[in-house]
């Protein structure tokens, strides 16, 4: 059985919020799973339910072959987590919040075990240091080590890279890759940095409104909606270009407005997309500048959420 196992879950709260609309997916031994969407989407109220937090309305949830429902105390016991909010206490050192936790677990080999992580996460010169005199980058760094101190199957991380910059999250993640393959952990994250999980997960689910609107590698998802992907600055009414450009035939996507910026996906080569555009006489239909760069998955995850067809192709089509 693969270590997370999640079939038609679902999560109403008490004020009639739906958070979980019938999501199904499984996270494959060893790799990172991604759980990508914006804020509200349902990601955390998911990890919730996984790391037994949040108990379900309905479907099955099983982490490390155990019912988080059923026999959570069993679950809890095979995972990790590092929650949005720190659980550190900045008045201890770095070493000393390890070894609380070490106690609380009753992990054994205890001072190994935590001179190892502090080492592995890059902060063995600063153990001995206030955790209060740590950088953001390094309290995360210092909550994956306490995370990993029990040695989980399951490493889940909810929004970890959040309110750091930009070299701060690359460090992170450099981190949260080497850790994988020391320590033979499968990693399920949450993030609403779309483009950063493009080089970390192995695999994604972007998630909308509670359910899962695609899921497959960034590969996949991207393929799917074309590689490249056009963006023209106009001026005025947008209606005839907007026209225009559905009328390039099937290797284009249905075009995005947004403010006065009209976009679109395609599977044509850079070059072909440029002239197939400039044979349109854009500057006629009011296009003032032309750009064409390679699909994001903020892309996928615009085109996917703006235009509700084709949504249950995308999961089925790229979950393999």
Known sequence: MDPVVVRALTKT??????????????????????????????????????????????GTAM????????DPLAARGSIGVVFQD?????????????????????????????AALL???GLAERASDSVRTYSGGMRRRLEIARALLGRPSVLFLDEPTLGLDPIMRQELWHTVSMLREREQVTVLLSTHYLEEAQNVCD??????????IALGTP???IDRVGREMLELRVEGDPNELLGALRELGPTVGEPLLAAATVSLASSDSP???????????PSRLGVRTMTVRPTTLSDVFLILTSHGT?????VAGASS
């Open 13 to 58: 709260y008490p004020s009639g919020v739906e958070a979980v609309r019938g999501i199904s997916f499984d996270v494959r031994s060893g790799e990172v799973f991604g759980l990508l969407g914006p804020n509200g989407a349902g990601k955390t109220t998911t990890l919730g339910v996984l790391t037994t937090l949040v108990k379900p309305s309905g």
């Open 119 to 121: 080492e592995a996460v």
């Open 63 to 70: 982490v490390g072959g155990h019912s988080v429902v059923a």
């Open 203 to 212: 695999r994604v689910a972007i998630i909308d409104q509670g359910k899962i």
């Open 219 to 221: 590969a996949q998802l």
């Open 310 to 314: 084709g949504r249950e192709a995308a």
């Open 271 to 281: 070059e072909e997309l440029s002239t197939r555009v400039t044979s349109l006489e």
């Open 86 to 114: 720190s659980v550190l206490d900045n008045e201890f050192s770095g070493e000393a919040n390890l070894r609380l936790h070490a106690r609380l677990w009753r992990v054994p080999d205890a001072d190994a075990r935590i």
